[in-house]
């Protein structure tokens, strides 16, 4: 009797441990799926996000999705109003100056640490990212760019090898919320400005790769910065 009801207690547990898990994965799936939606634009900065029709899109039920919702808010990806739901993230002039000047002082860091430990693959991956090919439709179309430009500044910092430094940038989506709103140079100043720092990781150029990125980024600020005193006359 007594090793009946252990082994209905394990059963029990490893029932509920399955949909633990499962209900967390899939609050994962709808974190990377939403997140993807809001860097690609497809959730626009300011949109309040209608939860049924979330929930049914990516086929889950309301748990995980407000599980996942959770995790965006906590990255500041989206914002919670008492009462009136969640809301896609829109930040103001100020807190996007705030950010680039963060990514001032983290990515040059990456950047000459890319330089330092590039191997040969890796250089390879970098300059497959600005081939033609890759960069079909990019400079046409606002959605794509973003993405673009996300998915290369984040090889950059994995290249770095530093585990922390690209941990910290992706976990607090450093490069996401700066991408969040429509500011940005012309997308082929960007790719330019991307291929001058693969030259600087190709020739295992520290210095030259940190100044590259340090002056790439400060080029964007500078569209934000002169739009910020635009709206202060």
């Not at 049924?52 to 999705?65: D, K």
């Not at 430094?165 to 969040?180: A, E, K, P, W, Y």
């Not at 520290?206 to 635009?230: C, D, G, N, P, S």
Request: proline share 3%; aromatic share 8%.
């Amino acid at each position: 009797m007594h090793a009946k009801n252990i082994d209905r207690r394990n059963i029990y547990e490893y029932y509920t441990l399955v949909y633990k898990i499962e209900r967390e994965d899939l609050a994962e799936k709808a974190y990377e799926a939403l997140k993807l939606m809001i860097l690609r634009g497809e959730l626009p900065s300011g949109e309040k996000l209608l939860q049924e029709s979330l929930a049914e899109n990516l086929g889950i039920s309301r748990t995980p999705l407000c599980s996942a919702l959770a995790k965006l808010e906590k990255e500041m990806l989206v914002t919670s109003l008492p009462r009136r739901g969640f809301y896609v993230n829109r930040l103001s002039l100020k807190e996007l100056l705030d950010i680039y000047d963060i990514r001032l002082r983290l990515e040059p860091l990456g950047a000459g640490e890319a330089a330092e430990r590039a191997s040969a693959s890796q250089i390879a991956d970098l300059e497959s990212a600005v081939n033609p090919p890759a960069l079909a439709g990019v400079t046409e179309n606002y959605r794509s760019f973003k993405e673009y430009d996300y998915r290369f500044h984040s090889l950059v910092m994995e290249i770095s090898g530093n585990s922390f430094l690209s941990r910290m940038i992706r976990s607090f989506n450093i490069i996401s919320l700066g991408n969040m709103q429509h500011f940005f140079k012309s997308p082929e100043q960007s790719i330019a400005e991307h291929r001058s720092l693969i030259e600087a990781i190709k020739h295992h150029d520290k210095t030259a790769a940190e100044k590259t990125m340090y002056t790439h980024i400060v080029h964007a600020r500078q569209v934000i910065e002169k739009k910020l005193r635009e709206e202060n006359g």
